[in-house]
T-cell receptor
Framework: GEDVEQSLFLSVREGDSSVINCTYT??????LYWYKQEPGAGLQLLTY?????DMKQDQRLTVLLNKKDKHLSLRIADTQTGDSAIYFC???????????FGQGTTLQVKP | DAMVIQNPRYQVTQFGKPVTLSCSQT?????MYWYQQKSSQAPKLLFH???????NEADTPDNFQSRRPNTSFCFLDIRSPGLGDAAMYLC?????????????FGPGTRLTVL
């Protein structure tokens, strides 16, 4: 079946790097996504990676994909207080094409 | 700006009293989704429309129905809300022809059941 898991909480100091981890089970996933949800708002697509890539960098964001271990991570460099939010990992199921979300990681950034 | 709009943002209903949540989009996307998100949980897909074709998830309770009268609007009807239906309801859209299949989300409607 399709399942995505994340740790629930991460706390960092402003200026440090944050690393949010995710594991998934569907080896036929084509795309993997990171969404950000700020309080009271909907989910916003932050970045994505195609399954044949190992790494993708987009300004302060770095996505690493280990397809063998089915492990995805999001690194945020120079974390700011505005990065405080819930971050959802999602996979696009290879068989269904649906998005399967993890339960979200709450990132707390302390000044 | 093109966007996904949900109304109302907060909805309070009584146990067993039917309620309708609304979603509209200006993106002209052909796919519209409804998700249920409970506290500290992943968004759970209830159903989606691909144009006028309705696709229900196997584990979506019969209590939940949806209507899509045109491309822009989609409604979520909860026929007899129970306490367990209190949640954030998220609407999303996507263009099925897009390779990325990016889903654009509305801000959500928080439903309280008394």
């Amino acid at each position: 079946g399709e399942d995505v898991e994340q740790s629930l909480f991460l706390s960092v100091r402003e200026g440090d790097s944050s690393v949010i981890n995710c594991t998934y089970t569907d080896s036929s996933s084509t795309y993997l996504y990171w969404y950000k949800q700020e309080p009271g708002a909907g989910l916003q697509l932050l970045t994505y990676i195609f399954s044949n890539m190992d790494m993708k960098q987009d300004q302060r964001l770095t996505v690493l994909l280990n397809k063998k271990d089915k492990h995805l991570s999001l690194r945020i460099a120079d974390t700011q207080t505005g990065d405080s939010a819930i971050y959802f990992c999602a996979e696009r199921g290879g068989n269904t094409g649906k998005l399967i979300f993890g339960q979200g990681t709450t990132l707390q950034v302390k000044p | 700006d093109a966007m996904v709009i949900q109304n109302p943002r907060y909805q309070v209903t009584q146990f067993g009293k039917p309620v309708t949540l609304s979603c509209s989009q200006t993106l002209n996307h052909n796919v519209m989704y409804w998700y249920q998100q409970k506290s500290s949980q992943a968004p759970k897909l209830l159903f989606h429309y691909y144009d006028k074709d309705f696709n229900n998830e196997a584990d979506t309770p019969d209590n939940f129905q949806s209507r899509r009268p045109n491309t822009s609007f989609c409604f979520l009807d909860i026929r007899s809300p129970g306490l367990g239906d209190a949640a954030m309801y998220l609407c999303a859209t996507s263009s099925r022809g897009g390779v990325l299949n990016e889903q654009f989300f509305g801000p959500g409607t928080r439903l309280t059941v008394l």
